[in-house]
């Protein structure tokens, strides 16, 4: 078992910036590939990054591609989201997840998910 705790998200201005992290549970975190998925109000869950156990790999959506960057502290139990240059088009619910094997843009593929955080970009 896994439990995923989001946290780092807000109100921020188009150019700004933002962390957040994901904080997991559990002495197996670092056999898990970790992603963020973004959910907008009236949209679909969408991908927006996934990176290995190792942190070695990553694979990110074309849409933030160069301005967001994951990365993951297995000593903390902690991913994170770098989101650079936020624009109103990012503003949405950021989950994280936590899926065992390999890495995966598929939401199906993910077998823990967190509560979500709330990041508002304003134009």
């Not at 933002?18 to 559990?26: D, E, K, P, V």
């Not at 975190?29 to 070695?56: D, H, L, N």
């Not at 301005?67 to 994170?80: C, E, G, L, P, Q």
């Amino acid at each position: 078992q896994v439990q995923l705790v989001e946290s780092g998200g807000g109100l921020v201005q188009a150019g700004d910036s933002l962390r957040l992290s994901c904080a997991a549970s559990g002495r197996t975190f670092s056999s898990y590939a970790m992603g963020w998925f973004r959910q907008a109000p009236g949209k679909e869950r969408e991908f927006v990054a996934t990176i290995s156990w190792s942190g070695g790999n990553t694979i990110y959506a074309d849409s933030v591609k160069g301005r967001f960057t994951i990365s993951r502290d297995n000593a903390k139990n902690t991913v994170y989201l770098q989101m650079n240059s936020l624009k109103p088009e990012d503003t949405a619910v950021y989950y994280c997840a936590a899926a065992k094997g390999g890495l995966y843009s598929d939401y199906a593929a993910y077998d823990y998910w967190g509560q979500g955080t709330q990041v508002t970009v304003s134009s």
